[in-house]
């Protein structure tokens, strides 16, 4: 079944304290990609990756770090989370930015208190 | 002005309704169009997807864009309840790297 999945799914953690979500997507995508969803705010991309090693800013990358170091793969680093950094996040995968939809992850929310 | 925008709702209609959700936007180098739904506590799932201005049909949905006017529609037909969940419109360019951009989504409840 093609699928993009995250871990963990929750996560209530204390600032300051690096954590990792990873995301891994089986569809052999070359474009993955971290959104954080927010009440008002709707999607807003923090990162993107158009192939193994080449990593670029969203919209909303400060504080965030993403690896890809294979292609399945794409996990975003949390150094030193701060309460602003609560949120719901995806991941999201796709063939390429033009080409093919991207498919979503089913979220992580995150609680940073 | 906000490169897409959407009417958050939230929407509520009876069972067997006809819903229209609808997203506005300002680009005129978006191409690429689409609907996610989003089901409390899921990650959002592709409804339709379309290029350029038209119509397309899938069962109860039909996506419309008129690309003049810069505004895309949703229309489900016969509304259910396993229909509530948060509709996002979603875009793109026809070339570059440009990211998708998302509406804020539309909240639709449907009421048995």
């Known amino acids: 079944e093609a699928q993009v999945t995250q871990n963990p799914r929750y996560l209530i953690t204390v600032t300051g304290k690096k954590l990792t979500v990873t995301c891994s997507q089986n569809?052999?995508?070359?474009?993955m990609s971290w959104y954080r969803q927010d009440p008002g705010l709707g999607l807003r991309q923090i990162y993107y990756?158009?192939?193994?090693?080449?990593?670029d800013k969203g919209d909303v990358p400060e504080g965030y770090k993403v690896s890809r170091k294979e292609k399945r793969n794409f996990p975003l680093i949390l150094e030193s989370p701060s309460p602003n950094q609560t949120s719901l996040y995806f991941c999201?995968?796709?063939?390429?930015?033009?080409?093919?939809?991207?498919?979503f992850g089913p979220g992580t929310r995150l609680t940073v208190t | 002005q906000k490169e897409v925008e959407q009417d958050p709702g939230p929407l509520s209609v009876p069972e067997g309704a006809i819903v229209s959700l609808n997203c506005t936007y300002s680009?005129?180098?978006?191409?690429?169009f689409m609907w996610y739904r989003q089901y409390s506590r899921k990650g959002p799932e592709l409804l339709m997807y379309?290029?350029?201005?038209g119509n397309k049909e899938d069962g109860r949905f039909t996506a419309q864009v008129d690309k003049s006017s810069k505004y895309i529609s949703l229309f489900i037909r016969d509304s259910q309840p396993s229909d509530s969940a948060t509709y996002l419109c979603?875009?793109?360019?026809?070339?570059?790297?440009?990211?998708?951009?998302f509406g804020k989504g539309t909240r639709l409840s449907v009421i048995a």
């Open positions: 990756s158009m192939n193994v090693e080449v990593t």
């Open positions: 979603a875009m793109r360019a026809g070339s570059g790297n440009t990211p998708l951009v």
């Open positions: 680009n005129s180098a978006f191409q690429y």
């Open positions: 999201a995968s796709s063939l390429s930015p033009l080409q093919g939809v991207p498919y």
């Open positions: 569809m052999n995508h070359e474009y």
């Open positions: 379309t290029y350029s201005s």
